[in-house]
């Protein structure tokens, strides 16, 4: 406190105060820290250096040199690169237009039907299996000789199925088995994307004449629309890197019919041990991956609402 000449009244000195978003920045870095350094180290770091490495012939059994585009016209004039690469776009073609068709009706029913915890956490639990114990379950139920599912088509009397042993099935196998792993989350982000719609609307639409499917094609469908394009966006980018089933179930047979391009860029790197054509493959891949979400966010509007 100050005073100034006699007779005046006390002056308090002002002092200043920090802003609420200032006084909680610390708290932020000290929550944020730990995430940017796990990003930087286990997804930057590995990006950066292999990206370098597919500009080299590294191995594990000599240094490598720069080779320049040298592994990029290898890739170009590699046949199983662009066996595997047709082998994963009908993989993940399969996966997604399954998964994204059964887990909006299932979404639906669930709004329309109920709205249990139990049955959530039913239709999720799938999803809390890993990969790798979801392979060798469905791989025992689906084995030719002593699978379930061959029994059962066995007992009433249809054929058995060579569904891991087939080219043209081994596929579609893979696909929807990962669908049944993943349906249940799926499910669930358009379950959540069906809340925000506002109920008033399906009544209106009732007091207009509309029916079930024309309501479900005006008002749901376009309110849920953002929703829709980021689940294309995650599913896209986690079926292009399918692995676990491949290895576990078919190792890419038979004959190539299943030898998916992560599969083939793992045998490439350790395998044959050369890490440099290898991260070549990653890298493609991840120029494809990018301008396959690129386009999805454009061609869906992923950025913009429809509600108002």
């Known amino acids: 406190m100050t005073t100034s000449h006699a007779g005046s009244r006390p002056t308090r000195r002002r002092i200043p105060r920090l802003r609420g978003d200032a006084r909680n920045l610390p708290v932020a870095i000290a929550f944020l820290l730990p995430a940017t350094i796990g990003f930087g180290v286990f997804l930057v770091w590995p990006a950066v250096r292999g990206i370098w490495l597919s500009f080299t ?49 299932l979404a639906v029913l669930m709004q329309r039907l109920t709205r249990s915890m139990w049955v959530r956490g039913i239709i999720l639990s799938p999803y ?37 042993g087939d080219p043209d099935l081994v596929i579609p196998t893979i696909a929807l088995v990962n669908v049944w792993r993943h349906l249940g989350y799926t499910a669930l982000l358009i379950f959540a994307g069906l809340q925000t719609i506002n ?22 469908l376009p309110l849920l629309r953002p929703y829709l394009a980021m689940v294309l966006i995650v599913t896209s980018i986690g079926s292009f890197q399918v692995f676990d089933t491949v290895s576990v179930a078919t190792q890419g047979g038979p004959a190539n019919a299943s030898n998916v391009i992560q599969y083939y860029i793992y045998n490439v790197a350790f395998t044959r041990y050369d890490f ?14 990018s301008v396959i ?9 992923a950025g913009q609402s429809d509600v108002n």
């Open 199 to 220: 109920p008033q609307l399906y009544e209106a639409a009732k007091v207009d004449g509309a029916g079930e499917w024309a309501s479900f094609r005006r008002i749901t």
């Open 57 to 105: 012939d590294y191995s594990v059994f000599a240094p490598g040199q720069f080779v320049g585009l040298e592994n990029y016209r290898r890739m170009v004039d590699d046949p199983v690169f662009w066996s595997a690469m047709n082998v994963t776009v009908q993989y993940v073609v399969i996966n997604i237009g399954v998964q994204t068709v059964v887990a909006l009706l």
């Open 293 to 301: 979400t690129f386009a999805q966010y454009r061609m869906t509007r």
């Open 128 to 164: 809390l299996v890993s990969n790798v114990v979801t392979a060798m379950v469905w791989l025992l139920l689906l084995d030719y000789q002593l699978g379930f599912v061959n029994e059962l088509l066995h007992a009433i009397g249809l054929d058995r199925v060579l569904f891991w």
């Open 276 to 289: 440099g054509y290898a991260s070549a493959m990653s890298v493609a891949l991840l120029v494809v991956l």
